[in-house]
């Protein structure tokens, strides 16, 4: 079985500009997590869907970040315009209700470096 | 303070040893609690649930404290491969968040 997938795996941009990340959940998975995790810390939750639909998004700073999941499946969370303090590892997982909601397969993630 | 607090280490250990990390959690409603597995530079991985009864799995031994709201973790007979950030995480009741601690890096020395 596929994991996640997200792309890309490295990105380094400049302060001020903007970066969009991808991910593929695991297929069938109905439940999509975005985390950021810091150099140090563990990983801290952006923004959970539930198919398309938003179910937490309350620690998502939403002056300069964004996600979608349009159709349910694939999602993009995108940062405009990026801070120095976004360089992070942003960490997609997913989850399946019925094989057991809590157990979240996490993607490779995409390392972002902003200058 | 924090959710989840753990000892970040770093803990290095030989090779054969036992090592035991603990994890302390504010929030009373946490229902369900799990230590995840991290590798430099790799994504997290679920190592194992911990029930309150505790719980076996090889080499590894979680326990759980309610009434202290202390989770433990014990690894026996360590081996190189163990070398590795070990993650506390706890679920509240009635949603799907994991709150997951800083970590607690670990190192076995040959």
Known sequence: ???????????????????????????????????????????????????????DDSQLPKDRFS?????????????????LEDSAVYLCASSDRLA???????????????? | RKEV???????NVPEGATVAF??????SASQSFFWYRQDCRKEPKLLMSVYSSGNEDGRFTAQLNRASQYI????????????ATYLCVVNEFGNEKLTFGTGTRLTIIP
Not at chain 1, 25 to 34: D, F, K, Q
Not at chain 1, 104 to 111: D, E, K, L, V, W
Request: charged share 20%.
């Open chain 1, 1 to 55: 079985e596929a994991g996640v997938a997200q792309s890309p795996r490295y990105k380094i941009i400049e302060k001020r500009q903007s970066v969009a990340f991808w991910c593929n959940p695991i297929s069938g998975h109905a439940t999509l997590y975005w985390y950021q995790q810091i150099l140090g810390q563990g990983p801290k939750l952006l923004i959970q869907f539930q198919n398309n639909g938003v179910v």
């Open chain 1, 67 to 83: 996600a979608e999941r349009l159709k349910g499946v694939d999602s993009t969370l995108k940062i405009q315009p990026a801070k």
């Open chain 1, 100 to 115: 057991g909601m809590k157990t979240q397969y996490f993607g490779p993630g995409t390392r972002l470096l902003v200058l």
């Open chain 2, 5 to 11: 607090e753990q000892d970040p280490g770093p803990f």
């Open chain 2, 22 to 27: 603990n994890c302390t959690y504010s929030n």
């Open chain 2, 72 to 83: 433990s973790l014990l690894i026996r007979d360590s081996k190189l491969s163990d070398s």
